[in-house]
Antibody, heavy 124, light 113 residues
Framework: EVQLVESGGGLVKPGGSLRLSCAAS????????MNWVRQAPGKGLEWVSS????????YYADSVKGRFTISRDNAKDSLYLQMDSLRAEDTAVYYC?????????????????WGQGALVTVSS | DVVMTQSPLSLPVTLGQPASISCRSS???????????LSWFLQRPGQSPRRLIY???NRHSGVPGRFSGSGSGTDFTLKISRVEAEDVGVYYC??????????FGQGTKLEIK
């Protein structure tokens, strides 16, 4: 089955930076749109960012625009999230999530698989 | 952005009994291609979400037949015909029709009475 494994979470001070990674396996990574979705402690799910298979289409939630950068390396089957100017309200578990669009860029197909998540804590 | 509203937010159910969760959207989820991109996810305690249903009523691979989805336009329902212990967790609906962004309901916590 599809496997998505996040890494890079940790404790960072307000204003600091952190880079999350997501290693994908058991599917053809380059064919799929990938996303980051976060969940603050005890709260619901919030979409953060999305990147098409070719990296030509990239979108961000307003809450992170200008501070976070999504990228991917299809040769390494990896997804990344560079998080700068972090704030306390960015504290959350960050999930790597695949859209089931298989080679045909169509995010409307929605998320079909999730990673196990990486905890990011922003605190002084 | 489309607002997704779930009810109830808490759902105590007796084992073996049915359960039903409602999800309403602030605008129609019918896409220009005629499809409706509404999904349901279950997040078990301490786990990541997993997809149950996509495009309103299609079960994800491996999802038991006791789960079913229905609805149209702005009004959707997830039903569990007979609740089992492994169904405990938080259920979320998500729309993808009016993307970006993907938007989720607040979540419905199902627990066993």
């Amino acid at each position: 089955e599809v496997q998505l494994v996040e890494s890079g979470g940790g404790l960072v001070k307000p204003g600091g930076s952190l880079r999350l990674s997501c290693a994908a396996s058991r599917f053809t990574f380059s064919y799929y749109t990938m996303n980051w979705v976060r969940q603050a402690p005890g709260k619901g799910l919030e979409w953060v960012s999305s990147i098409s298979g070719s990296s030509n289409s990239i979108y961000y939630a307003d809450s992170v625009k200008g501070r976070f950068t999504i990228s991917r390396d299809n040769a390494k089957d990896s997804l990344y999230l560079q998080m700068d100017s972090l704030r306390a309200e960015d504290t959350a578990v960050y999930y790597c999530a695949r859209v089931g669009d298989y080679g045909d860029y169509d995010p409307r197909q929605g998320i079909d698989y999730w990673g196990q998540g990486a905890l990011v804590t922003v605190s002084s | 952005d489309v607002v997704m509203t779930q009810s109830p937010l808490s759902l105590p159910v007796t084992l073996g009994q049915p359960a039903s969760i409602s999800c309403r959207s602030s605008q129609s989820l019918v896409s220009s291609d005629g499809n409706t991109y509404l999904s349901w996810f279950l997040q078990r305690p301490g786990q990541s979400p997993r997809r149950l249903i996509y495009k309103v009523s299609n079960r994800h691979s491996g999802v038991p037949g006791r789960f079913s989805g229905s609805g149209s336009g702005t009004d959707f329902t997830l039903k569990i015909s007979r609740v089992e212990a492994e169904d405990v967790g938080v259920y979320y609906c998500m729309q993808a029709t009016h993307w970006p962004p993907f938007t989720f309901g607040q979540g419905t916590k199902l627990e066993i009475k």
